[in-house]
């Protein structure tokens, strides 16, 4: 068990680039989530999947954001046409059920870093 | 909706003093409620939850909370602060039976002065 797995680590862009980062999962876990944390702020809900499906999106994910989990393993989440206000940290976390009671792992996070 | 109050964004203690991080909840029914601690440029790390077993929760790193319905508290404590408990501990909510998503509270960073 490596535990969830974020690449890259850290990324800067220029504003309007697109970025995609990867999420590698704990192997056996059916859940994956994507978190938002700015500065100061305690992590907010993105999105998440139980294997390939993606069953729920919050309203911060505005149109430029996408994200998939194309065999229901590893997770990408790609923002185009980036604006300063998408930096941040975005954290990715998987679970091993379908309740909550069990906790999520996170993983190290990606830095987005727009100027 | 679900949501946590964090009282106190920064918190410092001495070295050997209690440590006391407060946590509010407002729900209707006792939902799931969790602590994860933060280091700099890391992820979160599952200190401790509760899930109804017992009001009174035992973490790792010798933390431990109180669920306390009548209050909508769920307060991190621990005895004697350490050098290492420096971090950013964030309260979190989910509802049973939801769609398991969690909601973070603002954080409270800890200091521990020497």
């Known amino acids: 068990d490596t535990g969830v797995s974020q690449n890259p680590r850290h990324k800067i862009t220029k504003r309007g680039q697109n970025v995609t980062f990867r999420c590698d999962p704990i192997?056996?876990?059916?859940?994956l989530y994507w978190y938002r944390q700015t500065l100061g702020q305690g992590p907010e809900f993105l999105t998440y999947?139980?294997?390939?499906?993606?069953?729920?999106k919050s309203r911060l994910l505005s149109d430029r954001f996408s994200a998939e989990r194309p065999k229901g393993s590893f997770s990408t989440l790609e923002i185009q046409r980036t604006e300063q206000g998408d930096s941040a940290m975005y954290l990715c976390?998987?679970?091993?059920?379908?309740?909550?009671?069990?906790?999520?792992?996170f993983g190290s996070g990606t830095r987005l870093t727009v100027v | 909706a679900q949501s946590v109050t964090q009282l106190g964004s920064h918190v410092s203690v001495s070295e050997g003093a209690l440590v006391l991080l407060r946590c509010n909840y407002s729900?209707?029914?006792?939902?799931?409620l969790f602590w994860y601690v933060q280091y700099p440029n890391q992820g979160l790390q599952l200190l401790l939850k509760?899930?109804?077993?017992?009001?009174l929760v035992k973490g790792i790193n010798g933390f431990e909370a109180e669920f306390k319905k009548s209050e909508t508290s769920f307060h991190l404590t621990k005895p004697s602060a350490h050098m290492s408990d420096a971090a950013e501990y964030f309260c979190?909510?989910?509802?049973?039976?939801?769609?398991?998503?969690?909601?973070f509270g603002t954080g409270t960073l800890l200091a521990v002065q020497p």
């Open positions: 976390a998987s679970s091993s059920s379908g309740s909550v009671v069990y906790g999520y792992t």
């Open positions: 192997s056996e876990h059916n859940r």
């Open positions: 999947f139980q294997n390939e499906a993606q069953l729920e």
């Open positions: 729900s209707s029914v006792p939902p799931y």
């Open positions: 509760y899930t109804s077993a017992a009001t």
């Open positions: 979190a909510v989910s509802e049973r039976g939801a769609t398991n998503k969690l909601i």
